[in-house]
């Protein structure tokens, strides 16, 4: 049992899933980065300035106040953060329309690159084969139509 899983693990590392994996994280990671600065710093600051400076990370429906009694808080404050949900679903906002617009593109050089026709994008010896394949097919057809309309 535990060879069988070994072996099935090193086929799955070997066939590269394992390191495509790897790189999907590590650009993950950087991606998470970039979008990361792009809201804090780049649209945070234009949706605080029209909001007169608010803070939309500190922002909360407060429940209940902590009440402060000789340096001591009492009942802890109970409040809803809002502030960060609107954060985050601006960060998801940004990050669905960033990955909307690269597969976008990644689907539009993919289509061109299948394209045998198109000679601006290296086409896939796969897609070439499969392209050489069907144009076979298709003047085999063309003469078993023409020798059975002969033999008519």
């Known amino acids: 049992m535990k060879i069988k899983l070994f072996q099935e693990f090193k086929e799955f590392a ?3 899933n394992m390191i495509d994996i790897a790189i999907g994280v590590i650009i993950g990671a950087a ?3 970039v979008v990361n600065v792009l809201v804090k710093e780049v649209l945070m600051p234009p949706l605080s300035f029209l909001t007169n400076g608010t803070n939309w990370e500190n922002k909360k429906f407060i429940l209940r106040e902590a009440i402060v009694i000789d340096g001591v808080t009492k009942p802890e404050e109970i409040a809803i953060g809002y502030g960060k949900l609107v954060g985050a679903g601006i960060d998801f906002l940004v990050i669905a329309f960033t990955v909307f617009i690269v597969v976008k593109i990644m689907n539009s050089i993919k289509k061109k690159a299948e394209d045998p026709k198109n000679k601006t994008i290296v086409t896939p010896k796969n897609i070439e084969l499969m392209n ?4 076979l097919l298709e003047k085999q057809n063309e003469y078993l139509k023409k020798v059975l309309a002969e033999k008519k």
């Open 14 to 16: 070997v066939k590269g």
């Open 31 to 33: 991606f998470n980065k």
């Open 132 to 135: 050489k394949t069907n144009e």
